[in-house]
């Protein structure tokens, strides 16, 4: 149960911004969103997190729907490098442990 | 810091082979997981352990049991390799801070059953 939806693939253009959405209609008031990548089979890599407010780091920006139902991974100027499999993650409180549960993602193609 | 350290990197293993991979990690995390990935496919979990001492199943335990040797190190062991699973395994640890979960991942183990 992943409780996050995103589309499977998505491209983009070299030097454009990369918009990634993602649905998570079932959050929990104090529960934050995370963005995760994995880069062509390497271990996923943390990118950003956010609860209510929307967030910027040197990697990308997050911003979230005032219902918390919906947010969007921006890359503002997206590169080759940024190809990849992006995770959009609510946290899951499950048999006494916290976990990120990982569904699959959405495939950002960035072409030249 | 090392982070999250994987041996093997790569395996090739016989139906019915046995094998464990090893997982350590140096951040003094209480949490740690084992995921595997399939081609095309997100992570699934397979075992977890919130602390020292304690496992749990994840999504896909079948065929796979676990051992918590110490709060560092973490082991997958296949006791009869099936084709089945073929796939990358990502060993995890995580830190609970607050409200936050910081998850760091090693750099998974490629192993192939033929």
């Known amino acids: 149960d992943a409780k996050t939806t995103q589309p499977p693939s998505m491209d983009c253009a070299e030097g454009r911004a990369a918009n990634l959405p993602c649905n998570h209609s079932?959050?929990?008031?104090?529960?934050?969103v995370y963005w995760y990548r994995q880069i062509h089979s390497q271990g996923p890599q943390y990118i950003i997190h956010?609860?209510?407010n929307n967030e910027t780091n040197e990697m990308a920006s997050l911003i979230i729907t005032e219902d918390r139902k919906s947010s969007t991974l921006i890359l503002p100027h997206a590169t080759l490098r940024d190809t990849a499999v992006y995770y959009c993650?609510?946290?899951?409180?499950?048999?006494?442990?916290?976990?990120?549960?990982f569904g699959k993602g959405t495939k950002l193609t960035v072409n030249p | 810091n090392a982070g999250v350290t994987q041996t093997p990197k790569f395996q090739v293993l016989k139906t019915g082979q046995s094998m464990t991979l090893q997982c350590a990690q140096d951040?003094?995390?209480?949490?740690m997981y084992w995921y595997r990935q399939d081609p095309g496919m997100g992570l699934r979990l397979i075992y977890y352990?919130?602390?020292?001492?304690?496992?749990d199943k994840g999504e896909v335990p079948n065929g796979y049991n676990v051992s918590r040797l110490n709060k560092r190190e973490f082991s997958l062991r296949l006791e009869s390799a099936a084709p089945s699973q073929t796939s990358v395994y990502f060993c995890?640890?995580?830190?609970?801070?607050?409200?936050?979960?910081?998850?760091?991942f090693g750099p998974g183990t490629r192993l192939t059953v033929t």
């Open positions: 995890a640890s995580s830190l609970l801070a607050g409200e936050l979960l910081w998850q760091y």
């Open positions: 079932t959050i929990s008031g104090n529960e934050y």
């Open positions: 956010g609860l209510k």
């Open positions: 993650i609510v946290r899951v409180f499950q048999g006494g442990s916290e976990k990120l549960v």
């Open positions: 951040m003094n995390h209480n949490s």
């Open positions: 352990s919130a602390s020292e001492g304690t496992t």
